[in-house]
């Protein structure tokens, strides 16, 4: 084992931050250290070796790096270091120093407190860089744990925009953000500038400049005029329209907002590729119920914002696209060109309009339906019964079969066939009652939602939501929608198109009796009863529920 003193030595000092502003022990202090316990000792002193990097991953140390190959090739055999975190804060640092250690390439490791030589038990080494990786592993979950509840509260965990300022007032990490009365104002100038369309960055930048604006100043930097970078990071920047962006977050914040999300739109639209538009996450009503006309394929949506010269307005469209047409327009080429939502929304009004009835229609029609009802259970109870009998009779025949059978009048084989077709013939006999069954519970139920249907649903596609207009369209159309020249094509659900092809003869019907009869219920109520064959055949008006 070599002698202490014939030992040569690096100094190795290490601050975790970049920044000159952010330091735990400062780096001179470390080396002023490290050269007293070197002159006590007379310890050699090959090299100081300083850098200001985080060493919580490995190989991100370009000074250590080069520290360790020259421990390889035998230029200095040991280290004095302030503590071990200093030299590792990663397991797989920690571990080249310790396999080093381990096999003599380092033959002292000196701090202030002690040293550690190859001859030492390696669990101590071991344990205090585990405790090192642990520490700065803590310290990075409390950190992101604190950054995340404060974002929750509606406050950047981060340095304020140019126009606001961080409060340094409250206990640590209640800080919030307020603005900055000497530069908030001159910024919402810039805003209302570039807001205009007669000013460009460039020009909003000088006009700024020149009303005297300056950076915040810092110990080693600001208290500078805006460089056209600056200028547009603020312009990029929805912070302004109260929404904090933090990461792969948007949060919406509690700060003072200088401008409206609107005028933060429109900005984006001004800047053109330079800008960077909120993320939208839209909703679009149609997607997945309508393919191409002439391909078959998906018809997706996009949404566009422009900038309309003659209004100087911001105006929003919603476009619906093949997407076998975007990316390869050979495979169909009539349709490369966007659909406005418009258009598909006059279209689907449209196809309402023909299947819309007056609210007294519908009335009226389900008071006849109604009557008609005893009528209806009537024929079902008849049904029913007669399908009962012939569900008896079947499971008479195959009683009588077995008795057979236990009489050795028949074989096994003929037993088993006569068996099997009667059981077929039984459960298809119960399905059927089944069905009437059903058929008696839901007749008028589904009649009445089908009516309601047609009486409402013009005005709840109007004023309605995106959810209610995609269930609306899923409603009446049987099949997925088609998208060809611009033109959206319904084929409505068999359910509904009898309301659409009767419904004109029974209105014009029901008009003339309104008019003839209106003073005069009774009369009113005997025209009314005259149009019930029509309202009679549920196989045409409703054969299937709405969906």
């Given amino acids: 084992m070599e002698n202490k003193n014939t030992i040569k030595y690096f100094i190795y000092a290490r601050k975790s931050s970049e920044s000159d502003e952010k330091q735990v022990q400062s780096i001179d202090d470390q080396i002023l250290v490290m050269n007293g316990i070197a002159k006590s000792y007379g310890f050699k002193i090959v090299d100081i070796i300083s850098e200001s990097k985080s060493a919580k991953e490995p190989h991100g140390r370009p000074e250590f790096e080069k520290m360790i190959e020259r421990f390889q090739k035998g230029e200095a055999q040991g280290v004095l270091v302030w503590k071990i975190d200093r030299l590792s804060r990663n397991p797989i640092d920690s571990a080249t120093i310790q396999w080093f250690l381990q096999k003599g390439v380092i033959a002292s490791i000196r701090t202030p407190d002690r040293e550690y030589r190859p001859e030492d038990n390696a669990l101590l080494l071991s344990v205090e860089s585990s405790m090192a990786n642990q520490y700065i592993r803590d310290l990075s979950t409390n950190v992101k744990r604190g950054l995340k509840s404060k974002l929750e509260k509606g406050w950047m ?17 209640e800080n919030y953000i307020i603005k900055d009365t000497e530069r908030f104002d001159l910024i919402r100038k810039g805003w209302d500038l570039l807001l205009t369309g007669n000013y460009n960055v460039v020009q909003v930048m000088r006009k ?37 962006p933090y990461k792969d977050l948007y949060v919406q914040g509690k700060h003072d907002t200088m401008i409206t999300i609107e005028e933060f739109d429109r900005v984006q639209v001004l800047l053109g590729k330079k800008g960077k538009p909120r993320p939208h996450n839209y909703e679009y009503a149609y997607t997945g119920q309508i393919v191409c006309g002439d391909c078959g394929g998906v018809v997706s949506a996009t949404f566009k914002e422009k900038i309309i010269k003659k209004t100087n307005k911001l105006q929003s469209y919603i476009l619906y696209y093949c997407i076998c047409a975007r990316k390869h327009s050979d495979k169909c080429p009539d349709q490369k060109h966007y659909t406005n939502s418009d258009k598909i929304d006059e279209k689907i009004e449209k196809e309402l309009i023909s299947l819309t009835i007056l609210p007294e229609f519908k009335d009226w029609a389900l008071a006849i339906i109604a009557e008609k009802n005893d009528e209806e259970i009537t024929n079902r109870t008849k049904i029913y019964e007669t399908q009962q009998k012939a569900v008896n009779e079947t499971q008479k025949q195959i009683d009588n079969l077995t008795q057979l059978r236990l009489k050795d009048m028949i074989d096994d084989d003929e037993y088993t066939k006569e068996k099997t077709r009667l059981k077929n013939e039984l459960a298809l006999l119960r399905t059927k009652m089944k069905g009437t069954e059903e058929r008696a519970d839901n007749w008028l139920k589904l009649t009445e939602q089908t009516f309601e249907f047609a009486c409402y649903a013009h005005k709840a596609f109007m004023f309605g939501d995106i959810q209610t207009k995609r269930e609306i369209l899923g409603t009446i159309s049987r099949l997925n929608s088609t998208l060809k020249d611009h033109i959206l094509n319904v084929t409505k659900v068999e359910w509904l198109v009898p309301i659409e092809k009767q419904y004109p003869l029974i209105k014009e019907k029901y008009d003339a009796f309104e008019l003839k009869n209106k003073h005069n219920p009774q009369r009113q109520k005997d025209a009314f009863a005259s149009l019930s064959p029509l309202m009679r055949s549920r196989r045409d008006l409703n054969p299937q529920p709405p969906t």
């Fill in 157 to 173: 965990p981060c340095t304020a925009p140019l126009g606001y300022l961080n409060t340094k007032t409250e206990i640590r990490g």
């Fill in 208 to 244: 700024l400049n020149e009303w005297g604006f300056r950076t915040r100043a810092w110990k080693r930097r600001g208290n500078k005029p805006l460089a056209k970078s600056t200028v547009y990071k603020i312009f990029n920047n929805v912070f302004y329209a109260g929404i904090i």
